[in-house]
């Protein structure tokens, strides 16, 4: 993860793309590895926030990838929406 470096800081600024520890119990952490070891799920980020100790959060979930007719669909869905885009334009 990527942590932008303190701008008024010195020398012995942290590293900006070093691993961070993800806190969680030991129930939490079974059920994620259960998921993406038996049924394919994937560790995905839902949502990052700052508290106010300057903490960052993240709340992650398990999901499953699309389908490969869900991706055609979004693609062409995509491929639709930039086609009418560069018709308004002219």
């Not at 979930?61 to 018709?87: H, N, T, V």
Request: aromatic share 8%; hydrophobic share 30%.
């Amino acid at each position: 993860m990527h942590v932008t470096e303190y701008f008024y800081g010195s020398y012995n600024n942290h590293n900006v793309r070093r691993d961070r520890k993800l806190l969680l119990n030991k129930k939490e952490l079974r059920k994620l590895e259960r998921g993406t070891k038996e049924t394919g799920f994937t560790i995905i980020p839902i949502r990052m926030f700052l508290n106010e100790h300057g903490l960052a959060k993240v709340v992650v979930a398990l999901a499953k990838g699309k389908k490969q007719y869900d991706k055609r669909q979004s693609l062409k869905e995509k491929d639709d929406r930039r086609e009418m885009d560069r018709m308004f334009k002219r």
